[in-house]
């Protein structure tokens, strides 16, 4: 399996297939269904494109997202970024398959959600800014709450 080159990070061995991206993509759905019924969060999500196309989003959300092994920074090492927004195939949206297994629930509920603000517009970029991150991690925790907690 290859390492594909994103805008800021290598990403090893980009996967859509396989019982890790089995379980990824059951989540995905479960957080997708979440989201609609939270409809603080939905109205937050959908500032920039709509309740329309923020709903067509949550419902396919698979086809946004890819499971990386690992993410690499420029060093080498292995990154401390859980998803990266990204042209990296496999989707925009890469998850970090080494360090989403070691979350809570909640922690990765909390990394979904905020990547998808980031495809919608709903939060701007924090690329490598941990002080910005934190505060769009505030954003999400504010505005989609019901989504997070849930079961």
């Known amino acids: 399996c290859p ?30 269904r979440l989201v609609l019924q939270d409809d603080t ?29 690992s993410i690499l920074g420029s060093g080498g090492d292995t990154d401390a970024t859980y998803g990266d927004v990204t042209s990296a195939q496999g989707g925009p949206i890469i998850i970090n398959e080494a360090l989403y297994d070691q979350m809570s629930v909640f922690q990765q509920r909390l990394t979904v959600i905020h990547e998808i603000a980031h495809l919608l517009g709903a939060i701007p970029s924090d690329g490598v800014n941990p002080a910005l991150s934190s505060k769009n991690d505030d954003l999400i925790k504010t505005n989609c709450a019901k989504a997070l907690s849930a079961k």
């Open 3 to 32: 390492v594909t080159q994103g805008k800021l990070y290598n990403y090893d061995c980009i996967q859509k297939t396989g019982p890790n991206w089995s379980v990824l993509a059951k989540s995905l759905n479960k957080d997708g």
């Open 41 to 69: 969060c939905l109205t937050f999500l959908s500032t920039k494109y709509g309740i329309k196309y923020t709903k067509s989003v949550l419902k396919s959300l698979t086809g946004y997202f890819g499971l990386a092994i």
